[in-house]
């Protein structure tokens, strides 16, 4: 692989969540994604870079664009510096639906295939190691790569089990959607845990016995040998690099199994359920157009994104969009469609929006929070405002500081707001106290909407019950 001319190194920022790998740090520069190597990982690296298989990989835009600079400086601690291509936006496992994790997993096995078969390996087999192009996987940890040696078993199994496999297997065969157990701990369900939620008959389901019990014992064992003693056991006993594939295979075959989909929900329906007329949707994806395309390309947030009718519209005019929705089911029906077409600019997201990603990992930093990481060109917040303000009883000037927060100075808020007498205003109002919103009106929200930008854009939708506005935040 050709390298380019090594960049100045000033200004470069460590990535709070590389640090797990002493052999390799990823670094930001000035918009680039750089990553230094010891001298170790610098030999795998151009092995690596060397290889068929790899330059297979890339061309099927299944691994992350990688090329080292040259000249390595000689003020930097490394033996060798890549630089990436970068990712429109980075996503964790937890925000992404059943179908995205199953394909994640799917695609690093892939890779670990073809690793193998070509004398390679990979040194873990987290989730975290995937990325998206829209509604397309990528594997990003380059340098994860290294020489394959016989008799030892893939280094990344566990953590492969443990967020990827593991969950998929909790909602497949339990119906318990997986977000919430990757949320709570950065390194996945632990094998224990499964074995608890897996016990009397459901050890006999699909992938249990083999990956949680009998995964569980060896464990159980190698806590007890020591690391090369086991590893002189599997030697001895003949593993070898055909039985990793193998076990590849295996794994492969129970994923492709595993194809979940949840069932119906209340929001499954809403474009048809709603209370939109068809003057309605008619003025309203006419605004958003708009809207889009007077901001620019960049980057456009569609909250609430339901089945990503707005998002498509969105996409005609931005660089990509993120799509979030709070509803699982929904939003993974959202993204096998975006699969299916192969759109390459949407990346559906499954989120609260009153309980966004906070920070995690070590010191809270080593995955970003969601509002740390979604600032957008274009916010689209349609039919949300009411859902906060009244359903889930925050402030309304807490929730325009939100969505305004979202946006950087000089882009677009495109927000919605459904004036209380509107059919799904009354039915959430319904369920409070009288009195309890005094402040949700119309007046008090224009005003706070001034108070933070400029307002450019109004427009009534026939319907009479719901107002659209374009703000220009700190405008």
């Known amino acids: 692989m050709t390298g380019v001319a090594f960049p100045d190194t000033a200004?470069?920022?460590?990535?709070?969540?590389?640090?797990?790998?002493?052999?390799?740090?990823?670094?930001?520069?000035?918009?680039?994604?750089?990553?230094?190597?010891?001298?170790?990982?610098?030999?795998?690296?151009?092995?690596?870079?060397?290889?068929?298989?790899?330059?297979?990989?890339?061309?099927?835009?299944?691994?992350?664009?990688?090329?080292?600079?040259?000249?390595?400086?000689?003020?930097?601690?490394?033996?060798?510096?890549?630089?990436?291509?970068?990712?429109?936006?980075?996503?964790?496992?937890?925000e992404w639906s059943y179908g995205m994790l199953r394909d994640a997993a799917l695609l690093h096995l892939e890779v670990l295939r073809a690793a193998l078969a070509a004398g390679f390996t990979t040194k873990d087999g987290s989730?975290?190691?995937?990325?998206w192009r829209g509604a397309r996987p990528v594997f990003i940890d380059i340098g994860s790569f290294e020489a394959a040696r016989d008799g030892e078993p893939w280094a990344g199994y566990r953590q492969f089990c443990q967020t990827l496999l593991?969950?998929?297997?909790?909602?497949?065969?339990?119906?318990?959607?997986?977000?919430?157990?990757?949320?709570?701990?950065?390194?996945?369900?632990?094998?224990?845990?499964?074995?608890?939620?897996?016990?009397?008959?459901?050890?006999?389901?699909?992938?249990?016995?083999?990956?949680?019990?009998?995964?569980?014992?060896?464990?159980?064992?190698?806590?007890?040998?020591?690391?090369?003693?086991?590893?002189?056991?599997?030697?001895?006993?003949?593993?070898?690099?055909?039985?990793?594939?193998?076990?590849?295979?295996?794994?492969?075959?129970?994923?492709?199994?595993?194809?979940?989909?949840?069932?119906?929900?209340?929001w499954s329906d809403y474009q048809r359920t709603c209370a939109y007329s068809v003057p309605d949707r008619q003025a309203k994806e006419h605004f958003v157009d708009r809207a889009v395309y007077a901001t620019g390309p960049g980057r456009v947030l569609d909250l609430g994104a339901n089945d990503g009718r707005y998002a498509r519209i969105a996409a005609r005019h931005a660089d990509h969009v993120v799509a979030v929705e709070q509803d699982p089911a929904v939003a993974d029906a959202l993204y096998r469609a975006l699969r299916?077409?192969?759109?390459?600019?949407?990346?559906?997201?499954?989120?609260?929006?009153?309980?966004?990603?906070?920070?995690?990992?070590?010191?809270?930093?080593?995955?970003?929070?969601?509002?740390?990481?979604?600032?957008?060109?274009?916010?689209?917040?349609?039919?949300?405002?009411?859902?906060?303000?009244?359903?889930?009883?925050?402030?309304?000037?807490?929730?325009?500081?939100?969505?305004?927060?979202?946006t950087v100075a000089g882009g677009s808020l495109v927000v919605e707001f459904v004036h209380p007498e509107d059919p799904m205003a009354r039915r959430l109002l319904a369920n409070k106290p009288d009195g309890l919103f005094p402040d949700y009106r119309r007046e008090v929200f224009e005003a706070l909407l001034a108070a933070r930008g400029r307002v450019v854009g109004r427009t009534e939708l026939p319907s009479g019950s719901r107002t659209l506005y374009q703000v220009v935040v700190g405008g």
Not at 55 to 75: K, S, Y
Not at 76 to 92: D, G, K, N, Q, Y
Not at 207 to 212: D, F, P, R, S
């Open 11 to 94: 200004g470069l920022r460590a990535e709070p969540g590389s640090f797990r790998d002493p052999g390799n740090r990823v670094f930001h520069r000035a918009g680039e994604v750089l990553r230094g190597l010891d001298e170790r990982s610098a030999r795998d690296w151009r092995a690596l870079a060397a290889s068929d298989f790899f330059r297979d990989l890339l061309a099927a835009r299944q691994v992350c664009g990688t090329e080292e600079l040259f000249p390595t400086p000689v003020d930097v601690p490394w033996a060798a510096v890549l630089r990436h291509e970068r990712i429109p936006f980075v996503s964790h496992p937890y």
């Open 340 to 406: 299916d077409e192969g759109e390459a600019r949407i990346l559906p997201l499954v989120m609260d929006l009153a309980d966004p990603s906070p920070g995690g990992g070590w010191r809270g930093v080593e995955r970003a929070a969601f509002t740390d990481r979604a600032r957008a060109d274009a916010v689209l917040a349609l039919a949300v405002v009411h859902h906060l303000a009244i359903g889930r009883n925050v402030p309304l000037p807490e929730v325009v500081d939100q969505l305004v927060a979202l």
């Open 166 to 266: 593991y969950p998929l297997l909790v909602q497949a065969h339990l119906g318990l959607d997986f977000q919430p157990f990757l949320r709570a701990r950065i390194d996945g369900i632990e094998p224990d845990q499964m074995r608890r939620l897996f016990g009397g008959s459901r050890r006999w389901r699909a992938g249990v016995l083999t990956h949680v019990h009998l995964h569980g014992a060896m464990q159980a064992r190698t806590a007890e040998d020591s690391t090369s003693t086991v590893r002189a056991q599997l030697r001895a006993a003949g593993y070898s690099r055909e039985l990793a594939l193998a076990t590849v295979r295996g794994l492969t075959k129970l994923v492709r199994r595993l194809d979940h989909r949840p069932g119906e929900s209340h």
């Open 127 to 131: 989730a975290y190691n995937v990325q």
